[in-house]
């Protein structure tokens, strides 16, 4: 294989990779703002919220980041219950201004309280159980964390669509999603689908930080590309559409890592935003969503 192919090749594998890191945290977003209406502009600080927690299990406890992984998705689960019992329930028969300013607001106060209690210092974990290379035919190489994190996004994204198609708790939440009055009148409790709608959407960024973790550096603004890759993702694949979100993100990963190739690093973030822009002036309702 000449040089030149075993570039693309990689740079085709590593979008890959974090295209589905992408299309997890934009899971939970667009799972939140299907089934409510409503954008948790604070998601990516979320993510960054599951980093440092991931961080600190390994720092003080010793527990590698990938066994970690479910108890952090559980205490992610548990923070998304507990935002939008103390938070989200008080706002959310508010007008869209304020429902836009309370997650904004909780964006700047996680961001600022992370810089606050941990300082602004880049962190990282070392020495995890995925560190190291796989080599494949060719002359490319992949990062084991990075590959074990596509597989973990790929396997929760998975998960996440066989919950909300092939069970009655995801019946339950399209219903509410669909008309909130005749899923009352139905016997469903619209405030506790509202409720497991962001335990289970920040479970998602509970999964994606703590596989991010063993590759990514950790800091108080990290949620600030993954947030808005989300918003970009979930708005390019269909508002509450998670298969069309999973797609949408995989191809913005792509289109990221191409860009930095073709165009150098400084710009791989003009690709998405730029084909993002594209797809909402042809489609406003997104590639898969429905007009």
């Known amino acids: 294989m000449s040089g030149q192919a075993t570039i ?11 295209g589905f890191i992408f299309s997890l945290v934009s899971a939970g977003l667009s799972l939140i703002w299907g089934v409510m209406d409503l954008v948790n502009f604070a998601h990516g600080d979320f993510l ?13 406890l010793g527990m590698d980041p990938l066994f970690f992984t479910p108890l952090n998705t559980l205490l992610l689960f548990i923070v ?6 103390f938070l989200i329930q008080r706002i959310i028969d508010a007008a869209k201004t304020a429902q836009t300013f309370a997650t904004f607001g909780l964006m700047i106060i996680l961001r600022a309280g992370a810089q606050f209690v941990w300082s602004g210092d880049y962190r990282a974990v070392l020495d995890s159980r995925a560190t190291g290379q796989i080599w494949i035919p060719g002359g490319v ?13 790929v396997l929760s994204s998975a ?58 550096y950790i800091f108080p603004t990290v949620g600030l590309l993954f947030g808005q890759m989300a918003l970009v993702t979930v708005a390019m694949g269909g508002f509450g559409n998670i298969p069309g979100t999973f797609i949408a993100g995989v191809i913005n990963g792509l289109v990221m890592v191409l860009s930095g190739l073709v ?14 822009l594209v797809v909402v002036l042809g489609r406003a309702w997104g590639l898969f969503g429905k007009e």
Do not use: N
Request: with cysteine; hydrophobic share 55%.
């Open 263 to 276: 165009l150098g690093p400084a710009f791989k973030y003009l690709g998405p935003f730029a084909l993002y």
């Open 48 to 60: 960054m919220l599951a980093m440092y927690f991931t961080y600190w299990a390994f720092a003080l």
């Open 80 to 85: 998304g219950a507990l935002v939008y019992k």
């Open 8 to 18: 693309i090749l990689q740079a085709i594998l590593s979008g890959l990779m974090i």
């Open 159 to 216: 998960f996440l669509y066989w919950l909300i198609q092939r069970t009655e708790l995801g019946r339950a939440l399209q219903a509410v999603a669909e008309d909130k009055a005749a899923a009352s009148l139905m016997g469903i409790d619209s405030q506790r689908m509202y409720m497991l709608a962001w335990g289970i959407g920040l479970a998602c960024v509970g999964v994606a930080g703590a596989l991010l973790s063993t590759h990514y």
């Open 141 to 153: 190489s992949l990062g084991r964390p990075q590959l074990l994190a596509a597989i973990g996004a």
